[in-house]
């Protein structure tokens, strides 16, 4: 996959676990052209952490509210996990509050990346939490 | 016989003896007879002495007597009356002997007697002398024992009346200044009726008026004490002759009658039927009554002037009493106001569904409603006189204290806090504070606390409802906004010019509905207190460096300069509110600063504050707009909102940001020559680390 915007890196897999198949796509789309990675999609918690144990993504997006099982469970899980708790986890989020992203970090989130993001620089934001 | 010869023997002998035979006629009549009675021996002799010398009321029992005492059955001793030949009474004790002859029958009846005429008239007089002096003693004790004068003045003349056996006498009181009038009088004497007797006054009905005149007082009132004898004459003054002659009066006896040494009137006595000289006894009886008769009167004058006292005192305790009745009338008449008015209060606010109270220096319930019962489950009666402290939890009553002691300083304050109900139901009450202040001083504190679960119910509901659709929108936007970027970048491929346009205009509205509903989102959060800001020290300039770092794409896309100046000095600050503040103000001060501009952002020191600021170079704010710009969508100009892609909610929640951190935030402008953003944030308290600020807010 040839990066669009000639950022040379290299190509990533990215798991996005979203209940929002639109946000999924646009997420999906914007890493795939700017950074040219590989996107990987799941729209449940469950569902996320099946697709991680099996595909070792090298990090995470995951939404924070999501029904049934909500981001922070899922990312005790995914931690909890021997198979998956190296994973780098990128929280995504419309919860913009200082307290909140200080709680998201003391669980163990890498980064936090508000909502709407622009997917135009997804890619970068990325990179910058986790020193690609 | 021996015995009738024996007269030598007899007539020697001081006592009467007279020897009768058994039929009672007399034998021997010895010499102390004969000077008793007048009578001669010879004159006597053979005569019977019920026949002529004893009293005619005492011969038949006399003659009973010497039978009984010839047949041996009569006592020795008796008593009886002679009549001497002059008429003269004379009392004789006797005492009798018979002697009998050789047959056993009385022949002689021998009677030995003594004359106690004398002893009889001298025990008549003490008799007398002690009535008088009873009766004065009487009517001294009645002088000393009754206060009523009239009383007394009746007593003394019927009493003198009945022991002196005069026929008239009266008491008559002549003041120094005043008509004479008649006191007191007892009569037994029907006096002729007078020539002129124009009434039935008993001073008029006869010439008993003479006695009243001037003249007949003014002649006895120099007097000690004086007897007018008419029979024996000649003596009289002729003014007095000449009343006592008309009135038929034979013998006069007038005392004047003195208290305190003064001239009151007269006692008179009056002999007009018989002619009876008085003793000195007498005389002296009535000079001493009339003694008497002065101390009553003084007794009665005093008692006047007593009861006049009296009388005035109790006219004065009449009055008072009077005085005390209205005033106590018109006590009781504000007390039932008062009492009715507190009912008509305790009514209304028991109907009231908040808890009413007045509450005094001492945090002690003066007052309470009945929702203090249903809330505390005590009766509301029991909680008035208590203190604050014994009813509401101990948290509570923390929580509480500043809040009183400010409002009995003298301010109103209301605060929302969370109270226990019934023991565990905690319930959102709002508390008002209304300092009752009365002569400059507060008296107390009227509270109202008002149940306020239901709106605290409503806006989390509210805020649900926010967060729910600031989600449920954010979420459309993420994709919306997210696709217009990949478009508008031409990452999927080139847009015609047209299509490029519009693409930027859908972004463009994309981020602002965006930064809307971040806007409304953190307004909502912090005006419904969901917020909770964290404060801690930070370094003033450490904010300032970090927002113009955060600002200075913007302002580069703008041509403005961001330059700073910040004192060295600590705040007491939540950092990511603080910058949120600042970054809206650079904002603000980049988008309506011309090209070119400088954007001046300063922090210095003042007395347990930093004041910030954030100088402009733009247009400047109108000066009526100056307070407004802070409320919501109060733009200075409303087309601001598209041009300058703002939400008109920026400065609402600066201001919400600063009131948090118990600030201040506030404009000034010049027009024309740009505007300074000022506010202030508390110092951070070294020993507490706590803002160095005042009491809570009102």
């Known amino acids: 996959v040839k990066p669009l915007l000639g950022i040379s890196m290299t190509p990533k897999q990215i798991l996005m676990i979203d209940d929002e198949t639109d946000i999924q796509t646009v997420a999906r789309i914007g890493l795939s052209l700017v950074g040219g990675w590989q996107v990987l999609t799941a729209s449940s918690g469950a569902e996320g952490i099946l697709q991680a144990k099996g595909h070792r993504p090298d990090a995470i997006l995951l939404d924070v509210m999501m029904p049934d099982m909500d981001g922070f469970a899922t990312l005790s899980a995914l931690k909890a996990d021997a198979e998956t708790q190296s994973i780098p986890i990128i929280f995504l989020t419309a919860k913009a509050k200082a307290a909140d992203r200080q709680k998201m970090y003391a669980i163990g989130a890498q980064g936090v990346i508000n909502k709407p993001f622009d997917p135009t620089t997804l890619t970068s934001q990325i990179a910058g939490f986790l020193g690609w | ?698």
């Open chain 2, 1 to 698: 016989m021996a015995i009738l010869e024996t007269a030598t023997i007899l007539d020697t002998a001081g006592t009467l003896i007279v020897v009768f035979d058994r039929q009672g006629k007399i034998q021997r009549f010895n010499r102390a007879c004969e000077t008793l009675t007048g009578y001669d021996e010879a004159e006597v002799k053979g005569q019977c002495a019920w026949d002529f010398l004893l009293a005619p009321a005492e011969s038949s029992a006399m003659q009973v007597v010497f039978d009984r005492l010839v047949n041996g059955q009569a006592n020795a001793y008796s008593q009886n009356t002679w009549l001497g030949k002059d008429g003269e009474k004379h009392t004789i004790a006797w005492s009798s002997t018979v002697l009998t002859n050789s047959q056993g029958t009385v022949d002689f009846v021998i009677a030995s007697g003594l004359d106690f005429t004398e002893q009889r008239k001298n025990q008549r007089q003490l008799e007398k002398q002690y009535r008088q002096s009873h009766l004065l003693s009487e009517i001294t004790r009645e002088v000393n024992r009754s206060l009523a004068l009239e009383a007394v003045l009746h007593t003394t003349v019927s009493e003198v009346q009945a022991l002196l056996g005069c026929d008239r006498v009266f008491i008559i009181q002549a003041p120094a200044n005043g008509a004479i009038t008649l006191a007191a009088e007892a009569t037994t004497y029907l006096e002729p009726p007078a020539e002129l007797s124009p009434s039935s006054d008993r001073a008029n009905r006869s010439n008993f008026h003479l006695f009243l005149q001037a003249a007949y007082v003014d002649h006895y009132r120099p007097q000690s004490i004086s007897v007018i004898d008419m029979v024996a004459g000649p003596g009289a003054a002729p003014v007095i002759a000449d009343i006592l002659t008309s009135s038929a009066v034979k013998l006069e006896l007038v005392v004047p009658i003195l208290t305190q040494n003064q001239f009151w009137g007269l006692l008179v006595a009056h002999q007009c039927t018989q002619y009876r000289q008085w003793s000195p006894l007498e005389i002296d009886l009535m000079q001493q009554l009339a003694g008497q008769i002065g101390v009553a009167i003084h007794h009665a004058e005093l008692l006047e002037h007593l009861e006049e006292l009296v009388n005035e005192r109790t006219a004065e305790l009449t009055a008072a009493n009077q005085q005390l009745r209205q005033e106590m009338s018109e006590r009781w008449q504000t007390e039932s106001a008062l009492r009715r008015s507190e009912k008509q209060l305790r009514l209304v606010t028991n109907a009231l569904p908040a808890l009413v109270a007045y509450i005094d220096t001492y945090h002690r319930y003066r007052f309470n409603n009945y929702a203090y019962e249903s809330w505390y489950g005590i009766p509301y009666q029991q909680i008035t006189g208590r203190q604050v402290s014994d009813i509401v939890e101990p948290k509570v009553y923390q929580k509480m204290v500043p809040y009183l002691e400010q409002a009995l300083n003298g301010q109103k304050v209301t605060y929302e806090t969370e109270m226990v109900q019934n023991g565990d139901r905690r319930v959102w009450v709002s508390v008002s504070y209304m300092p009752d202040i009365q002569d400059d001083r507060v008296q107390g504190i009227f509270s109202m606390i008002s149940d306020i679960s239901d709106r605290k119910a409503i806006e989390r509901l509210k805020d649900e409802f926010v967060s729910i659709v600031s989600h449920e929108l954010r979420t459309p936007l993420t994709s919306v906004h997210g696709s217009l970027k990949l478009l508008a970048t031409g990452q999927i491929g080139e847009l015609g010019s047209q299509g490029k346009e519009l693409v930027d205009i859908a972004l463009d509205n994309t981020e602002r509905l965006t930064r809307l509903i971040n806007d409304v989102l953190d307004l909502e959060r912090m005006t419904s207190d969901q917020v909770s800001i964290d404060p801690a020290p930070c370094l003033a300039s450490d904010l300032i460096n970090q927002a113009i770092k955060a600002m200075q794409s913007m302002a580069h896309d703008h041509s403005i300069t961001l330059a700073a100046e910040a004192a060295p000095v600590m705040v007491w600050a939540d950092s990511d509110y603080i910058m949120q503040a600042l970054i809206n103000l650079l904002s603000n001060a980049i988008k309506f600063s011309p090209k070119g501009a400088t954007v001046l952002v300063k922090a210095r020191s003042a007395i347990n504050k930093v004041e910030f600021s954030v100088k402009d170079g733009g247009r400047g704010i109108p000066s009526d707009k100056l307070e407004t710009i802070f409320e919501r969508f109060q733009q200075v100009d409303t087309s601001d909102a598209r041009e300058r892609g703002g939400t008109g909610l920026g400065l609402a929640i600066c201001r919400e940001i600063i009131q948090q951190h118990q600030g201040r935030i506030w404009a000034k402008s010049l027009h024309g020559h740009g505007s300074t953003f000022y506010f202030t944030l508390p110092k951070p308290d070294v020993d507490k680390t706590m803002p160095a600020s005042d009491a809570p807010t009102a």
